[in-house]
């Protein structure tokens, strides 16, 4: 295949789905979490749930960017612009992911806040230069898909000497969060039923398949990395029925077109010149989790926001209607949560999950999956 169009045959489609459901048996159930926020988005946009048998189960994971992150992380962004008088500078997303009393980073910006949207971390760095007399802080978020683009803006700085530029650095790991996923699984504390992985697509671009052999070692689960269309990932589950059905636990990979074992060499150098792990991290949803983000490294430490403005994190509790934590561990989906589509809404979202088309709570509004909730209620008020 070479065109996208081939990805989005509806024929193949089809086929897939027969093939899915020869395959299943009937007196299991399988329930497979998409960790990516990308495979959520095509999953709602493409109907894929309406082709599956009832006894393969989609559960959304955590890998979405914005949703992942803390109120506390925005709240510091907010203090970097307000109280530091910096320009702060993220990507469209980021801005409006509710923060503590009821602001985001657009609305401190209405307030007089001098916070930019950019497509392009590196126009931190000519903003820097443009700007001499003003400290420009980039807010630097996601998985390490988007790290990359940010180790190279800190290496960029250093060979320019720039005295007034710095990083605000958020980066997240996707192995410690699925192990921590596996974990609170394997427990039965508040993990939900775990099978198998669909493996994120562009993050693996990066770390490579080889990534995430520790964890399918030792959890015995099974992984398929998947592109993000639509037959990308009905072929992925149907491997995922096969290894679960051979009670095989194995890393295969379906999207060969870009993926490879090591991954972008080149890239993790990259990164580990100039991040390094941090001992914690706080996820929306997920809590603490040791070793599962980054922070820059000792050797670029004149480029640390949070050193050279004496960051403080406090950890801020999300809206108490808000269930956007319970739909990344996988233990709910969108239309358990009452406020979905009502109070909540992609024009007015309480919580994260509804603020980036990747959120879980945003692909099943745009996609219509939100008209299920309105015929459940009817169904229940006439039963």
């Known amino acids: 295949m070479k065109y996208i169009d081939e990805f989005?045959?509806?024929?193949?489609?089809?086929?897939?789905?027969?093939?899915?459901?020869?395959?299943?048996?009937?007196?299991?159930?399988?329930?497979?979490?998409?960790?990516?926020?990308?495979?959520?988005?095509?999953?709602?946009?493409?109907?894929?749930i309406d082709l599956l048998p009832p006894n393969v189960r989609m559960i959304h994971g955590p890998g979405c960017p914005v949703c992942v992150l803390p109120i506390g992380r925005i709240d510091s962004a907010i203090e970097l612009a307000r109280d530091h008088g910096a320009m702060v500078c993220t990507y469209a997303d980021t801005m409006r992911v509710p923060a503590s009393g009821g602001i985001s980073l657009m609305k401190a910006k209405a307030q007089g806040a001098d916070i930019r949207m950019l497509y392009s971390c590196a126009d931190t760095l000519t903003l820097a230069q443009k700007h001499p007399d003003r400290q420009v802080v980039f807010f630097a978020i996601g998985f390490e898909t988007t790290t990359p683009p940010t180790a190279l803006i800190l290496k960029q700085a250093k060979a320019q000497g720039l005295k007034n530029f710095s990083v605000f650095c958020n980066h997240v790991l996707t192995p410690p969060a699925i192990t921590h996923l596996l974990t609170l699984a394997?427990?039965?504390?508040?993990?939900?039923?775990?099978?198998?992985?669909?493996?994120?697509?562009?993050?693996?671009?990066?770390?490579?398949?080889?990534?995430?052999?520790?964890?399918?070692?030792?959890?015995?689960?099974?992984?398929?990395?998947?592109?993000?269309?639509?037959?990308d990932v009905m072929q992925a589950i149907l491997m995922l029925v096969r290894q679960l059905n051979e009670e095989r636990a194995e890393v295969e990979n379906e999207f060969t077109r870009a993926v490879t074992p090591a991954g972008n060499v080149k890239a993790k150098a990259l990164m580990a010149e100039t991040l390094a792990l941090r001992d914690s991290f706080e996820w929306r949803g997920l809590g603490e989790m040791p070793k599962s983000a980054l922070q820059i490294h000792p050797d670029y430490r004149e480029f640390d926001a949070e050193v050279r403005f004496g960051l403080t994190y406090r950890k801020v509790a999300d809206h108490k209607s808000c269930q956007c934590g319970a739909i990344l561990r996988g233990v709910k989906t969108?239309?358990?949560?009452?406020?979905?589509?009502?109070?909540?809404?992609?024009?007015?979202?309480?919580?994260?999950?509804?603020?980036?088309?990747?959120?879980?709570?945003?692909a099943y509004y745009?996609?219509?999956?939100?008209?299920?909730?309105?015929?459940?209620?009817?169904?229940?008020?006439?039963?």
Do not use: W
């Open 8 to 48: 989005r045959d509806g024929a193949l489609a089809q086929q897939l789905a027969r093939a899915i459901a020869r395959e299943v048996k009937a007196e299991r159930r399988y329930h497979l979490m998409e960790f990516c926020g990308g495979h959520t988005h095509a999953i709602s946009r493409y109907g894929l």
């Open 334 to 362: 969108p239309r358990e949560c009452k406020v979905f589509g009502t109070a909540c809404t992609p024009d007015n979202p309480l919580g994260s999950c509804m603020v980036s088309s990747e959120g879980a709570c945003a």
């Open 366 to 383: 745009t996609y219509g999956r939100f008209r299920d909730v309105k015929r459940g209620a009817a169904e229940e008020a006439n039963a």
């Open 186 to 231: 394997e427990a039965s504390a508040e993990g939900a039923r775990l099978d198998g992985f669909i493996g994120p697509a562009h993050v693996s671009t990066v770390i490579g398949s080889a990534a995430y052999e520790p964890f399918v070692t030792r959890f015995r689960k099974p992984v398929v990395i998947a592109g993000f269309e639509p037959l």
